[in-house]
Each structure stands twice: as structure tokens, then as C-alpha cells.
């Protein structure tokens, strides 16, 4: 009898916690926040925040991934908040992680999006220029900043046509010897429910540092994105 109390009085706690969002009763199989997040704060929590609201950090701008939660943190915030209808605050809790929550799949990709759809190369994601880890992180994150780009254009499929290239892929297909696709952070799309002009001019909006599209040699059938270090956007044909 003692035991059937003791569990149902278990259940009752539990329940308590789902019901007022505490714990980490929302969590799924890829990360879980365990605190509030506001400005000022940093840890690898903001860290993963940030991976994740890298896609929202302005026209022209690129969100750091450093695990400070500063100014430009609490902006990418605001507009990811503002895109899904939640409260602005500037504030993560509840309401924004539920939405992270519904948005990720179990490997931290976004649900619409796939390592293997960035990866056509190989399984292991080396022979780039980097550590296979580094250029699949980089994939990943880029992977983000897509997922922002398609729901702010309207939740409608973004064709990938090429991700990550180790040297031997790249060679193969004649890319340029310094190709950010050899980073794990250069992905190319192509035409379908939104044209290459449409997507060029929309990362613009993304944190993508690099964007070629139509007007720019070797560009014509498809618009190139990337991380790299400095700015160089070129579509002349999309008036970029």
C-alpha cells in the first residue's frame, strides 16, 4: 500500500511539472535548456541558442557563435520571436524553447533539413579543408540559417543541390581550389518553388557572408551561400 502512495504521489509530481513547464519535461533528443536565457548570460546554452538563431541576425549582419548572450543576440532573438509569433521579449524561456523544441529533429538539424542532403560526397564528412567535425558543424549552421530563409519565404521548399565537398569531390566536379563547399559551409540551390534571384536577394537576410548567384561566372543555374570570412555578395542579373 505504501508503495502504490509513494507512486502515485510520483505521478502527481510529474505532472505538476508538465503542467507548469519547470524541469525539462519539453525537452526532446537533441539539446534541452534548463534556464531562462537573457542578456548578459553566457554558456554553452547561449551557444546553442545562437547555432539555432543564426538565420535571424539582420540584413547584412552574421550572428557570432561565441556563447555570449550580448546586443546582437537579443536582436536575432526578437526578429526569431516576432517570425513565429511569440512574444518579442528578447527573452528565451518556455515559449521560445517549445518552439526550438518543434523545430529540431533528434540530431539538431532543422526538420526540414538533412546532413545527408548537405553531404553528397561521402558518409563521414572528411577530406576538406577542415576537420570532418568543423565542416559538419559548418553544415549544420547553415542548415539553420536555410530553415529562416524558408519560413520567411513562406515555409516553401529550398532546393539543395550541393553541400560539402572533400578535395576528391570538388575536383571532380571542377570546383575552385579554395571552394567553401571544402569548408562543410558553402551550399548551392537550385530553381524550384522560388527562383535563384528570389533566394540571392533573401539571404541577404540570413547571416551568409558569401552569396553568387545569376550574373556572376558559373552561377547562371544556381545561387551559391557560404560563411565565409568577409562579405562578397555578387548577382548582378538580381540586382545584387
Avoid at 549582419?61 to 528578447?90: C, E, N
Avoid at 553531404?119 to 549552421?141: E, H, I, M, P, Q
Amino acid at each position: 500500500m505504501l508503495r502504490l502512495v509513494s507512486y502515485l504521489a510520483s505521478l502527481a509530481l510529474v505532472a505538476v511539472v508538465l503542467v507548469t513547464g519547470g524541469g525539462t519535461a519539453q525537452a526532446d533528443g537533441c539539446y534541452t535548456w534548463n534556464r531562462t536565457l537573457s542578456q548578459g548570460a553566457s554558456g554553452e546554452d547561449v551557444r546553442q541558442l545562437q547555432v539555432r538563431l543564426s538565420g535571424y541576425p539582420g540584413y547584412g549582419a552574421v550572428l557570432g557563435l561565441d556563447g555570449q548572450f550580448g546586443p546582437a543576440t537579443r536582436s536575432a532573438l526578437i526578429r526569431f520571436q516576432q517570425a513565429y509569433g511569440l512574444a518579442a521579449d528578447g527573452v528565451a524561456g518556455s515559449g521560445t524553447y517549445s518552439k526550438l523544441y518543434a523545430l529540431q529533429d533528434d540530431d539538431c538539424t532543422p526538420i526540414n533539413f538533412s546532413y545527408a542532403e548537405l553531404n553528397n560526397c561521402n558518409s563521414d564528412w572528411s577530406g576538406g579543408r577542415v576537420s570532418a567535425a568543423t565542416a559538419k558543424f559548418n553544415a549544420l549552421v547553415s542548415m539553420w540559417k536555410l530553415q529562416a530563409m524558408r519560413h520567411a519565404l513562406g515555409d516553401q521548399a529550398i532546393r539543395v543541390t550541393s553541400g560539402f565537398r572533400s578535395i576528391a569531390c570538388n575536383n571532380a566536379v571542377g570546383g575552385a581550389s579554395d571552394s567553401r563547399h571544402l569548408y562543410g559551409d558553402g551550399v548551392d540551390l537550385g530553381a524550384g518553388v522560388h527562383s535563384l534571384c528570389r533566394m540571392a536577394q533573401q539571404a541577404r537576410n540570413h547571416g551568409f557572408n558569401g552569396i553568387l548567384g545569376p550574373g556572376y561566372p558559373g552561377h547562371g543555374d544556381h545561387t551559391h551561400v557560404d560563411h565565409r570570412s568577409s562579405r562578397f555578395w555578387s548577382a548582378s542579373a538580381c540586382g545584387i
